[in-house]
């Protein structure tokens, strides 16, 4: 480590008058503050930034801790308040051309399904998740609202046409055998799925 050269000897004198100034000025302050009412400077809107003292002096905070914080709030640089950035500048734009939206036609009702009866008979539940049908439709006769259990009907072809209170109408064909249970179980939800 080489011996420091007298540039810098004299630039570490300089600044430690500078910080004894600074410190006694901190002192002579601290003697004012302590025989007034705690005050707080707040700079006008538009105003420069101005010396703030940031010093707070409690009951129970030290002398010291105040110096020490006074020396550096002192020596740390005070920066310009920036000005605002200028005001955005907004221009209209022209909405795009309006255009009418295709009517697409409602499908075709289905043709009605001629059964042709078997011989004997099975029964047939319909059960409508997650809420009842309705209204549940059985080769074109109306087995009322709710489920449907275990209702005897003819062996054979069926068309059910089931509507829910939410809108959703489904139409669905199964087989009954004779002496047979056909359990149905419908999702009356917007899904197409059977459940």
């Known amino acids: 480590m080489s011996a420091p050269n007298e540039g810098e000897i004299a630039a570490l004198k300089k600044q430690a008058e500078g910080l004894?100034?600074?410190?006694s000025a901190v002192q002579e302050r601290l003697e004012v503050l302590s025989r007034q009412e705690p005050t707080v400077q707040?700079?006008?809107?538009?105003?420069?930034?101005s010396f703030l003292p940031l010093l707070a002096v409690g009951a129970g905070s030290?002398?010291?801790t105040a110096l020490v914080v006074g020396v550096l709030f002192m020596q740390s640089r005070r920066s310009e308040i920036p000005d605002p950035p200028p005001p955005l500048e907004y221009y209209p734009a022209e909405p795009p051309p309006c255009q009418p939206a295709a009517v697409?036609?409602?499908?075709?009702?289905?043709?009605?399904?001629?059964v042709?009866?078997?011989?004997?008979?099975?029964?047939?539940?319909?059960?409508?998740?997650?809420?009842?049908?309705?209204?549940v439709i059985d080769n074109g006769q109306a087995l009322g609202p709710g489920h449907v259990f275990n209702r005897p009907v003819s062996a054979g072809r069926h068309h059910l046409v089931l509507s829910a209170p939410n809108g959703v109408r489904k139409s669905i064909i199964v087989e009954v055998l004779p002496d047979r249970l056909k359990d149905v179980r419908v999702?009356?939800?917007?899904?197409?799925?059977?459940?």
Do not use: N, W
Request: include cysteine; proline fraction near 20%.
């Open 116 to 135: 042709v009866p078997s011989s004997g008979t099975g029964a047939l539940t319909v059960v409508c998740l997650p809420i009842k049908c309705d209204q």
């Open 104 to 114: 697409t036609p409602p499908p075709a009702p289905l043709p009605p399904v001629h």
């Open 187 to 195: 999702a009356m939800d917007e899904s197409p799925k059977l459940l």
């Open 42 to 49: 707040i700079p006008r809107p538009g105003a420069r930034a």
């Open 62 to 64: 030290s002398v010291a």
């Open 20 to 23: 004894q100034r600074s410190l």
